[in-house]
């Protein structure tokens, strides 16, 4: 599975980004979606899930200002960020759990810069 991420860029404190992420191949192995992120100096944090029923589950750092949607007809996902602040910024990554395919391994996309100025 293939997961391609766009959508990023540099937006002002206060403002709105929305990222899109592209899943092909064989998607069909696709359980849960998600999105992670990482900023300069630190480790790979989680954003949110959505599993393929669209149950999600928020970081507390952004809950009430980004939300997740899943488009399965057309294997997209898509984070609408709100209310970006500077702490947001970072390298953003899609991320796809293929349990549902014995001996597949989960994808990442190549991950789409998010840069909030403040």
């Known amino acids: 599975v293939q997961l391609v991420e766009s959508g990023g860029g540099l937006v002002q404190a206060g403002g709105s980004l929305r990222l899109s992420c592209a899943a092909s191949g064989d998607t069909i192995c696709i359980s849960a979606m998600g999105w992670y992120r990482q900023a300069p100096g630190k480790e790979r944090e989680l954003v949110v899930v959505?599993?393929?029923?669209?149950?999600?589950n928020y970081a507390d750092s952004v809950k009430g200002r980004f939300t997740i949607s899943r488009d399965n007809a057309e294997n997209t996902l898509y984070l609408q960020m709100n209310s970006l602040k500077a702490e947001d910024t970072a390298v953003y990554y899609c991320?796809?759990?293929?349990?549902?395919?014995?001996?597949?391994?989960?994808?990442w996309g190549q991950g789409t810069q998010v840069t909030v100025s403040s």
């Open positions: 991320y796809a759990d293929l349990s549902k395919c014995s001996g597949y391994v989960n994808s």
């Open positions: 959505i599993t393929s029923g669209g149950h999600t």
